[in-house]
């Protein structure tokens, strides 16, 4: 179970952002939340990403896909001593 996932310095995403999954205590009570064993929070079902054009949302998914990917195709892509491949933020100077 996935609660949270953070990125930061991925294409154009310089400070970290993060996903949360994590229900807050600000609406109506538990009735759309549900309880995963093990967990101290109570977590939503399902989240949303909005926000204007170009403001990094497919970054954020793609961020996530290379998360994914990473796990589940790492036994026959990677090597213990290869490199991770990776696309940084490219507009600073550092």
């Excluded at 400070?15 to 807050?24: F, G, K, N, W």
């Excluded at 998914?61 to 490219?90: E, Q, Y």
């Amino acid at each position: 179970m996935l609660m949270r996932f953070g990125v930061s310095n991925y294409r154009s995403i310089r400070e970290y952002q993060e996903i949360s999954l994590v229900a807050s205590t600000l609406k109506g009570g538990d009735a759309n939340t549900f309880e995963f064993k093990g967990a101290m929070e109570r977590l939503l079902p399902f989240t949303m990403v909005y926000g204007a054009n170009a403001s990094g949302k497919t970054n954020l998914l793609r961020s996530l896909a290379f998360f994914r990917d990473s796990i589940v195709k790492s036994h026959n892509a990677g090597t213990p001593t290869g490199k991770i491949p990776r696309h940084p933020f490219a507009l600073d100077d550092q």
